[in-house]
């Protein structure tokens, strides 16, 4: 059983930042990749970026070069760096154990422009 919980979440301003952190309780964390998500009202969840248990990191178009996945394995706990955040970031974002149905209950980044 795993249990995963977002936090970081908040309103800022375009060009602003945030970092969003995940805390994973359960022995699968460091064996498995993690995700983050992200769901924008009215539009389907989407992939943002995946760290896997070696640290190599993949990211989605929107997110190369603004966000940085990362994780802790000693602490069982996954983060997000956001910079340069836009109006088209604002969504629900969640943390995923990869090729799993555990899901983390979302954290919402607000971006006013």
């Known amino acids: 059983q795993v249990q995963l919980v977002e936090s970081g979440g908040g309103l800022v301003q375009a060009g602003g930042s945030l970092r969003l952190s995940c805390a994973a309780s359960?022995?699968?964390?460091?064996?498995?990749?993690m995700d983050w998500y992200r769901q924008a009202p009215g539009k389907q969840r989407e992939w943002v970026a995946t760290v896997a248990n070696s640290g190599r990191t993949y990211y989605a178009d929107s997110a190369k070069g603004r966000f940085t996945i990362a994780r802790d394995n000693a602490k069982n706990t996954m983060s997000l760096q956001m910079n340069s955040l836009k109006p088209e970031d604002t969504a629900v974002y969640y943390c995923?154990?990869?090729?799993?149905?555990?899901w983390g209950q979302g954290t919402q980044v607000t971006v006013t422009s």
């Open positions: 995923h154990l990869s090729r799993s149905d555990y």
């Open positions: 359960g022995s699968s964390f460091s064996l498995n990749a």
